[in-house]
């Protein structure tokens, strides 16, 4: 068995260098460049219409407002939020903090520039994503990477089966990762830091088995019972009740972090524009920190920039396409301005806030590159970061914060990936049969729980990257068509001229649509 581990987490290893290599980040990156430049730098030339018709407009019951309960859709502010529970995770906090401990304060520059081109990645997958949806036979809005590329790139002359497998590799793909980093591996995160914020010796030291740091405790077992309670009476109740908690708590928890933030950066505002000089200065002339030549060093800052950006917002990986799909919208490019401010809020905001707070507080020297000494690792960072500020009597107030800042962001992941998995699902197998994997979905959580190996994380790691390549292909095929419908909006709305609008693939649903209202 053991030697069966090893092969798997060698072959793993391979793959996993590659989808997360040079190969796969100049794919992502490359796709958000070529749709910025198709699409005349959207995401700056009519930056002010889409903060107006996101964010700006979040008061307007049309776009925040609660659909009946009789319409399976959900408001347009309901899928943002909920895609952003999914995206907005563990990666904001100790992702951020890893890729400035591996690759410098420089790689902070480069996961903006990913951030940049990435918001016209999303962007193009959510219009594509509306413009290819459909409902299922409950009356639910079904969209994502599996049915534009069916649809859409198999429509193309002799690509019909090529469409149809990729859509199914992109499938069996998501259904994957949705176990482990979207379920098991952010469990298992939101054990290890309640258990290390918050001791409990009378039940830590009731060991379950293994030894060690490795060791599952009573109190893992608690709360992990607790998360899949939680998690199974949200997730059984379907895409309505999802959205209806994450767009209560991804506000409250985005707001009270960043508040947080920049409680740390206030009280360290001497310190920021050293940390921004570091950014710039280093994103193009490393500190070797832990030696190495330059072309390596630079290999590294912005490899690790652009790789945690993505982990972080996940544009390019098609996965928030599924949930915004669900929105009661009728713009296709509409919902892909939602797209735009979901990066934008993930990672040019929150990333930033943690980046900040690490580069200003002293727990990181921006001269060495280095972690100032007993500020613990990469995973404790941020949260030994916040300790010099919030600490009251003793008490690691701070690290608190950040335990409870993780268990929101890790809780509303699983909430996220549940409906990306169920859509999957529905995809491979129909509507009927998702109850099922719901199910097995809510009891897999008692798994990361108690979970010792990474290896169940590291695969689903390498699933998620996989995500991709179907997914990207089926943007740079049909990108043509996705500046087609963004200058048909842009003609109509913009220009003000009048012109049939372009809502949809198919006739009939086209027709449904064009009774919402904006």
């Excluded at 030339?45 to 859709?73: A, L, M, R």
């Excluded at 590329?149 to 193309?156: H, I, N, S, V, W």
């Excluded at 268990?407 to 992941?413: E, G, I, R, V």
């Excluded at 798994?447 to 995500?467: K, V, Y």
């Amino acid at each position: 068995m053991e030697k069966f581990f090893a092969s798997l987490v060698g072959v793993n290893d391979a793959v996993n260098s590659f989808v997360w290599g040079a190969f796969g980040l100049v794919l992502l990156v490359g796709t958000g460049i070529l749709m910025t430049c198709l699409t005349k730098f959207f995401q700056v030339t009519h930056v002010g219409h889409w903060f107006k018709k996101t964010i700006g407009s979040v008061f307007n019951k049309n776009i925040s407002g609660h659909t009946g309960k009789k319409d399976k859709s959900i408001s347009q502010f309901q899928s943002m939020c909920t895609a952003l529970a999914a995206t907005v995770g563990v990666g904001n906090i100790a992702g951020v903090a890893s890729a400035i401990v591996t690759g410098g304060a420089g790689a902070v520059f480069w996961m903006w520039i990913a951030a940049f081109f990435g918001m016209m990645t999303n962007f193009s997958e959510n219009v594509l994503g509306i413009y290819y949806r459909r409902k299922n036979i409950d009356g639910e809005w079904s969209g994502g990477a599996m049915y534009y590329l069916r649809d859409g790139l198999g429509a193309k002359k002799g690509c019909k089966w090529i469409g149809k497998v990729l859509a199914v590799l992109f499938s069996i793909f998501t259904l994957l990762a949705s176990f482990g980093i979207g379920n098991m591996g952010q469990v298992n995160k939101i054990v290890a830091n309640v258990q290390s914020a918050f001791k409990f010796e009378a039940l830590s030291s009731i060991v379950l088995y293994g030894e060690g740091d490795s060791a599952v405790t009573l109190y893992s077992a608690i709360i992990g019972a607790v998360v899949l309670v939680l998690v199974g009476l949200i997730v059984l109740g379907g895409v309505k009740r999802i959205a209806a908690v994450a767009e209560k708590i991804v506000p409250f928890m985005v707001i009270l972090f960043i508040l947080g933030s920049l409680t740390i950066i206030g009280v360290n505002y001497d310190a920021v524009g050293a940390a921004f000089a570091s950014i710039f200065k280093t994103a193009f002339s490393p500190v070797a920190a832990a030696g190495g030549t330059f072309g390596y060093l630079v290999s590294t800052v912005i490899t690790q920039g652009f790789k945690r950006g993505v982990f972080s917002n996940e544009a390019g990986l098609g996965s928030s396409v599924m949930v915004h799909s669900n929105s009661k919208v009728k713009e296709p490019v509409q919902q892909g301005m939602w797209g735009i401010f979901e990066v934008f809020v993930d990672t040019i905001v929150v990333c930033t806030m943690t980046a900040l707070v690490v580069l200003t507080s002293g727990v990181y020297n921006l001269e060495t590159g280095a972690v100032v000494e007993g500020a613990g690792t990469e995973a404790t960072l941020v949260a030994s970061a916040f300790d010099t500020v919030f600490t009251f009597g003793g008490v690691n107030v701070g690290s608190m914060f950040i335990a409870i800042a993780i268990f929101l962001f890790a809780f509303t992941t699983v909430l996220g990936w549940s409906h990306y998995g169920t859509k999957a699902f529905e995809f491979l197998f129909g509507t009927k049969a998702t109850i099922a994997y719901k199910i097995f979905f809510v009891a897999m959580v008692m798994s990361g729980a108690l979970m010792t190996s990474s290896i169940a994380w590291d695969i689903s790691d390498t699933f998620n990257g996989l995500m991709m390549f179907p997914n990207l292909i089926g943007v740079v095929a049909l990108s043509g068509l996705v500046v087609k419908i963004t200058k048909n909006y842009v003609d109509r709305k913009l220009k003000g001229k009048d012109i049939k609008p372009m809502l949809s693939v198919f006739p009939e649903v086209e027709e449904e649509v064009m009774q919402y209202e904006e």
